[in-house]
């Protein structure tokens, strides 16, 4: 059993992480490796798993299910209603996200109730992702993993290893 890193900065303001289980958690979790968050909440959708999501971590830590957008746009807007009740009831001051489509409602709301957004591209991806695509003309910082990626988000910040 591997010890916990030490933590390298204690995060005050109320946050929220946005992500969709499985590899976007995956690379959001160790992106916020040695990040102590005050008052952090959790954004996602049930992705039918057993037990709280099939996310590990402090059970005690809020956690919003959305429903799931799947490029629909009824269940788009049923996603960006939801996610507004959230913000309403949560006013977030900082909102980090890794995606993919679940998070982007909330991400571009996020603006309107002051927070500021943090977008970390996936690496999982061959491409520019959709979600990345969205949220960029927004997000206060921009992260990607490939260097090629700078070409098409010029404002983005390299990380300086891959998250997965």
């Known amino acids: 059993m591997s010890a916990a890193p030490p933590t390298s900065w204690h ?3 109320r946050t929220c992480l946005a992500f969709s289980p499985g590899g976007h958690w995956a690379e959001l979790e160790r992106a916020t490796e040695g990040i102590s968050f005050a008052d952090v909440f959790h954004v996602t959708f049930d992705d039918g798993r057993p037990g709280d999501d099939g996310i590990p ?5 809020r956690r919003y299910h959305l429903c799931h957008p799947r490029r629909s746009i009824r269940r788009t807007l049923l996603n ?3 996610s ?3 913000l ?3 006013r977030p ?7 993919a489509d679940v998070a982007v409602p909330i991400l571009l709301l996020a603006k309107l109730v002051g927070a500021k957004v943090v977008f970390i591209e996936t690496a999982g991806s061959a491409e520019p992702t959709l979600a990345g695509r969205l949220v960029y003309p927004v997000a206060d910082l921009f992260i990607v993993q490939w260097p090629d990626r700078l070409a098409r988000f010029p404002r983005a910040v390299l990380a300086e290893g891959l998250l997965l």
């Open 11 to 13: 995060e005050t303001r």
């Open 57 to 61: 971590g402090d059970a005690g830590i």
């Open 80 to 82: 960006a209603r939801q």
């Open 84 to 86: 507004w009740q959230i």
């Open 88 to 90: 309403r009831r949560e």
């Open 93 to 99: 001051e900082l909102v980090i996200s890794t995606g």
